[in-house]
């Protein structure tokens, strides 16, 4: 199942690779920011 | 006091091709991020994308999500788990949305899995709404890029 693949390796790089999903995911959801 | 002993330049190994160290990963065991890991991305998540930094409730839910998906059958069940539970879930103050999504699709590629759907539009609306959707349908989601 698991290969040996650094996973903050793989993780870095969907982060570069999915970035304008990411930027697209902080837009007006998860909790309130009332503070 | 341990004894320090200096060794010497050894030709003989450095004639030999340099052996990569063995891989700690088990090929037969499912890989799970860990609580560093996974506080790791929602920290990046919020320095490079913004939002509230810190915890809100903390780990000990994380803890049995992973306990969840350790006891799940399937590696597509154990990653919708995950997605679904990190995402609704209040372990931080913010970023879950974010944070699971790259918390699992991590774990599939870890776990030698393919996360099917590639347009974007489509990733970002099924994340933006994964509350309504069952651990089937997200399950068939990751599996096949379609409900």
Redesign the interface.
Known sequence: MANCKDPMDIALRIIKQDDRILSALNNGHGKSKKR | MPKVTKRRRNKDEIKQPLVLPE?E???????Y?SDW?LM??NE??ID?????KGF?SGLEPYHHFIEEAKSAEG?YRKAAILLKDIATS?IF??????TS???T??FL????ADFKEKD?LK??RF??GIRKYSLVEIEDWLKNGEL
Request: proline letters at 5%.
């Open positions: 891989c990963a088990d090929p037969n065991e499912v890989w991020p890991f790791q991305i990046i998540m490079r994308y913004g939002g509230f809100e590696i209040r103050q913010d970023g879950h949305h974010r999504y790259i918390v699709k991590t590629e870890k776990n030698d974007e990733i970002i994340i933006k």
